[in-house]
């Protein structure tokens, strides 16, 4: 159980085009999911917080702008990197948290952006 | 502040020895704890957790007790094997808002 499905695990794209990220809790309700950024060798930087019917939450640092989520139902979060360039190319990671249970966290298995 | 800290590695250990990978903490309250393992790739799997003092969280012959005196949670195994080679993580809860707090990460080499 508490599975997280992220697609696509990997995506290469010309600089300039918009890029987006599905995260699905496929046995559970979400409520809350996060979205992370790995860089290598490096540990997750959480980027924001994505709430179901609401606004997401984004750390400090992160552009809103760049950063598109939507998290329109409780098991589908979305992340659009728009107008990608190259240092947008990193390791992106979703976890969903259960509604209304306790932690932990369930994670996707990450997706591998590359910007040309 | 808060914060987790992991020791620095990579580590690097031959089949069948044993594991200590250092984790500690910083924190107002008594947080919940986490490892997580990262295989290369792949996103976290989590292997372990405790959400209370002296609670010990174990799985695969992994294991990792709660320390509030020490406020540590330190993780070890007895005797590991070359599929344990991975980036492990130790994570804090941090109150009620859902987010974990990472270490930065311990690299586990196992030789043959």
């Known amino acids: 159980g508490a599975v997280v499905s992220q697609h696509p695990s990997w995506v290469i794209c010309k600089s300039g085009t918009s890029v987006k990220i599905e995260c699905r809790s496929l046995?559970?309700?979400?409520?809350?999911m996060f979205w992370y950024r790995q860089f290598p060798k490096q540990s997750l930087m959480l980027m924001a917080t994505?709430?179901?019917?609401?606004?997401?939450?984004?750390e400090q640092g992160v552009e809103k702008d760049k950063f598109l989520i939507n998290h329109a139902s409780l098991t589908l979060s979305t992340l659009t990197v728009t107008s990608a360039h190259p240092e947008d190319s990193s390791f992106y990671i979703c976890?969903?948290?259960?509604?209304?249970?306790?932690?932990?966290?369930?994670f996707g298995d990450g997706t591998r952006l590359s910007i040309l | 502040g808060n914060s987790v800290t992991q020791m620095e590695g990579p580590v690097t250990l031959s089949e069948e020895a044993f594991l200590t990978i250092n984790c500690t903490y910083t924190?107002?309250?008594?947080?919940?704890l986490f490892w997580y393992v990262q295989y290369p790739g792949e996103g976290l799997q989590l292997l372990l957790k405790?959400?209370?003092?002296?609670d010990k969280g174990s799985n695969k012959g992994f294991e990792a007790t709660y320390r509030k005196e020490t406020t540590s949670f330190h993780l070890e195994k007895g005797s590991v094997q070359v599929s344990d080679s991975a980036v492990y993580f130790c994570?804090?809860?941090?109150?009620?808002?859902?987010?974990?707090?990472f270490g930065q990460g311990t690299t586990l080499q196992v030789k043959p």
């Open positions: 976890s969903a948290l259960p509604t209304g249970g306790p932690q932990p966290q369930h």
């Open positions: 046995d559970f309700q979400a409520t809350t």
């Open positions: 994505s709430n179901e019917g609401s606004k997401a939450t984004y």
């Open positions: 924190a107002t309250g008594y947080p919940s």
């Open positions: 405790a959400t209370k003092a002296d």
């Open positions: 994570a804090r809860s941090t109150g009620n808002t859902g987010k974990l707090i």
